[in-house]
């Protein structure tokens, strides 16, 4: 995105975080918002702003690191916030894998593959994602998949998870959004 704050670029009119932030607030009883830059304008949603303590950002495990400790829940939901379209269902059927495969991971399928930004997860597993990023392994899907996650369905909507991560993405999704593919079904994932 040219170094610009992702969570604060405007798609149709609103900033990402916004759409992330009513889609995600119903869902849950308190959110947490991982910002390393910018913090001011995550704080204005009244939640805690979370920021890595390494000076590098290494990385989805160290803002997961921080996620887990701040947690005032012993489960923490993780969202990107590139994706405006998260289901709304996501925490039910985040639960629903969890309790059916009896682990501590969950992770949204999209019908192709796994969706790890998108996930539920034990905060007992701290301990171990700091050993493994101590260690050196950066990898979100890495450290998720050693722990034998269920995998939560989402086949029938695979476009919930797609995300806004370069400027020719806004331009197709600002398409999409805006009706000018013909079938009912892409609106529906896509609305306005």
């Not at 001011?40 to 920021?51: I, K, M, Q, T």
């Not at 390494?54 to 921080?66: F, H, I, Q, T």
């Not at 590139?82 to 399928?109: M, N």
């Not at 969706?115 to 899907?141: K, N, P, T, V």
Request: glycine share 8%.
């Amino acid at each position: 995105m040219q170094g610009r704050d992702k969570g604060l670029v405007l798609f149709q009119g609103r900033r990402l975080i916004d759409r992330v932030v009513n889609r995600l607030e119903p869902q849950v009883a308190a959110l947490l918002l991982s910002a390393n830059r910018h913090a001011e304008d995550y704080r204005a949603f009244g939640w805690p702003v979370l920021s890595d303590t390494d000076a590098e950002y290494p990385g989805p495990l160290a803002g997961l690191s921080r996620g887990m400790e701040a947690a005032m829940t012993p489960w923490l939901l993780t969202v990107p916030c590139d994706g405006p379209w998260l289901p709304q269902d996501l925490r039910q059927r985040l639960v629903k894998a969890i309790e059916v495969g009896k682990t501590s991971v969950a992770i949204a399928h999209d019908g192709k593959g796994a969706q790890f930004s998108y996930a539920l997860i034990h905060c007992s597993l701290h301990g171990d994602l700091r050993a493994c990023f101590e260690a050196g392994d950066r990898r979100l899907g890495g450290w998720l998949m050693r722990h034998n996650p269920a995998l939560a369905d989402f086949s029938d909507n695979p476009q919930a998870f797609t995300n806004l991560n370069r400027p020719e993405d806004f331009d197709r999704a600002e398409r999409l959004g805006r009706g000018l593919f013909a079938d009912t079904e892409t609106r529906e994932y896509f609305p306005e």
